[in-house]
């Protein structure tokens, strides 16, 4: 039975990494979050020992280390704000520990250098939640392209809007030091996605950036892409807005819907399973899209064209 640590287990995504945690049989020993709205814990591993302070979690940890051996625990599972990731897989990979970090790794492409330093030096290893590589469509998708002449350019556009209330812009989510902006936050994994299908990163550009919605132009090897990310429910389409719907999730290529929607809730539990198996997508399958998502906060809007998302027709 592999023991697992969790950081950040107040958050909206931790959930999930319990439930993979458990569905692959593992043993979630110990559990930080300044925030103590943690009774989700109870559901899954109601004898974890639990902290609101890094200083007690790191002790209890060094601890167990001590005690224990060298692998007492054999995972730190990373569920903090996305600024504080590096920090927490360098304390995973120093007590002995492999990490499964959440998305985005980090925050800058130059961070992942530094982590590489710390798995050589710890002879750890740093695994990550991009679980869009797993999804059955996504990789048909991916072997479609892959079967297409070698000249062929695909035209996609990807729409992802996730409505947030107005706490959003009040939370380190929408501090653009700690999320990393809006194309950060809630499209890193489908920036990832896409150089996983696509290939190589061969044109950035920004067509709009506020704190609550961006857009733009991406081109890599097999496709054209033109990007749109929200998360104002004002920007729904009328017609699901008006059946109550709060999230809208569209990809076409080729003008042909991909349908993407279903299979997201057992992908978690896909990734973990991947990870015990030695097969965890470490530290440089996520280098183009950090640097995707960090030149995309650096980048200045410009016009857009005939590159532009349908989206933006009458905003910019």
Known sequence: MKKFALIGAAGYIAPRHMQAIRAVGGQLVAAYDPNDSVGIIDSHFPDAHFFTEFERFDRHIDKRRRSEGVRAVDYVSICSPNYLHDAHMRFALRSGADAICEKPLVLNPWNIDGLVDIERDTGRRINTILQLRLHPSIIALREKVAAA????????????????????????????KKSGGIATNIGVHFFDMLHFIFGALQDNRVHLATPTCA??????????????????????????????????????????????????????????????????????????????????????????????????????
């Open 215 to 316: 857009a733009g132009y991406l081109e890599y090897e097999r496709a054209r892409v033109r990007w749109f990310l929200s998360v104002d429910v004002a920007d729904v389409p009328a017609p699901q807005r008006e059946a109550g719907q709060r999230t809208y999730r569209s990809i076409t290529v080729g003008g042909e819907e991909i349908e993407f929607s279903g299979g997201f809730t057992d992908l978690h539990t896909r990734s973990y399973e991947e990870i015990l198996a030695g097969r965890g997508f470490g530290l440089d399958e996520n280098r183009v899209a950090i640097e995707t998502v960090s030149a995309i906060r650096k980048l200045a809007p410009v016009a857009a064209g005939a590159d532009g998302h349908p989206f933006l027709a009458g905003r910019v």
């Open 149 to 176: 002449p070698a000249d062929r350019k695909f035209e996609v556009d990807l729409s992802y809007i996730t409505s947030r209330g107005n706490w959003y812009l009040q939370s380190w989510k929408g501090d653009e």
